[in-house]
């Protein structure tokens, strides 16, 4: 079966850097959606970033936009998110996501709530402190 697990995470300063890794296995093709959400304490879970599926072409929220950069590496079957200038408000854990529907879940565009996509990881911790 379908499996993702996160890895990457972990403490930073403001200002800092961290590459988030997503590892997926029991997929058979290469073409999948891809999408990174964060949940902060107390805080609704949030689409960050997405890459598609078809194209590779890549998505964020208007938060991180800029600062964060999904890629992925075919050879690897893995996800990168990398993340850069990071701020206080981007601590959360992070989570990424394997599903068609997941770029318009990231962004907003459909009313498919966040909890109907197929397969998650267990999520990552990023805190971000001095």
């Known amino acids: 079966q379908v499996q993702l697990v996160e890895s990457g995470g972990g403490l930073v300063q403001p200002g800092g850097s961290l590459r988030l890794s997503c590892a997926v296995s029991?997929?058979?093709?290469?073409?999948?959606?891809i999408g990174w959400f964060r949940q902060a304490p107390g805080k609704e879970r949030e689409g960050v970033a997405c890459?598609?599926?078809?194209?590779?072409?890549?998505s964020y929220a208007d938060s991180v936009k800029g600062r964060f950069t999904i890629s992925r590496d075919n050879a690897k079957n893995t996800v990168y998110l990398q993340m850069n200038r990071l701020k206080f408000e981007d601590t959360a854990v992070y989570y990424c996501a394997l599903d068609p529907r997941v770029c318009p879940v990231v962004l907003g565009t459909t009313p498919i709530p966040w909890h109907y996509l197929e397969h998650w990881g267990q999520g990552t911790l990023v805190t971000v402190s001095s």
């Open positions: 029991g997929v058979t093709s290469y073409y999948y959606a």
């Open positions: 890459i598609s599926s078809s194209d590779d072409s890549t």
